[in-house]
């Protein structure tokens, strides 16, 4: 198999370290250790460690699965279940320590970096309007979804997750998103 490219081998570094340790406590040394590259091959690549940040989110934002969301094949209430469950799957696998990185860049750097900001609530809109369509087909066809507007719902759904992965990385356990799961259970039947 092909070994990754510096480029890659950096973005990976940094994706590990901001999960693990936040923004600022993650330095470009860091990552070009973890990288297995040297310190002065990071800025052949990137401008700044924000926009790897940036790029790093936008990667980050490319597993979430969203395209579960469109696959019009499983009936829309299941899709957005299957499509929580997978994210509950990745918190899971690191024992709950890592969080969501758009909860934690928004927590970590919403008053220090417009750009970062601007980006976390760029993708979260993007989810909200994933998710708003999906409610959208489910009345179509007549699931039992809540009396709110889609939007609105979605929104909260949305809300209500990024909240229970960051007291789920507090608590090191998944109780918080049973909760979730069971409003959204509520919310959906």
Same mark, same amino acid.
């Given at each position: 198999?092909?070994? #990754?490219?510096? +480029?890659?081998? @950096? ?5 590990? =370290?901001?999960?693990?340790? $936040?923004?600022? /406590? *993650? ?57 929580? #469950?997978?994210? +509950?799957?990745? @918190? ?5 320590? =890592?969080?969501?990185?758009? $909860?934690?860049? /928004? *927590? ?79 919310? *959906?039947?």
């Amino acid at each position: 198999m092909p070994r #990754a490219s510096m +480029r890659e081998q @950096l973005i990976e570094a940094a994706s590990d =370290r901001f999960h693990e340790h $936040g923004f600022n /406590a *993650t330095g470009i040394k860091d990552i070009t250790d973890a990288a297995g590259t040297p310190k002065g091959s990071f800025y052949n690549h990137f401008e700044s460690k924000e926009s790897m940040a940036l790029e790093v989110m936008r990667r980050y934002s490319d597993t979430r699965e969203m395209a579960m969301l469109a696959d019009t094949s499983v009936a829309p209430v299941e899709r957005m279940r299957r499509h929580f #469950a997978h994210l +509950r799957a990745d @918190l899971e696998r690191f024992g709950y320590a =890592r969080g969501c990185m758009f $909860g934690n860049f /928004a *927590t970590e750097l919403s008053t220090q970096s417009t750009v970062i900001r601007d980006q976390v609530g760029d993708r979260l809109e993007r989810w909200e309007t994933l998710l708003g369509s999906v409610l959208d087909e489910a009345r179509a066809a007549g699931a039992p979804v809540a009396e709110v507007e889609s939007a609105t719902l979605a929104r909260f759904l949305v809300s209500a997750w990024e909240g229970a992965a960051m007291r789920a990385k507090v608590l090191r356990s998944g109780a918080p998103l049973d909760d979730f799961f069971a409003v959204f259970d509520s919310l *959906t039947a």
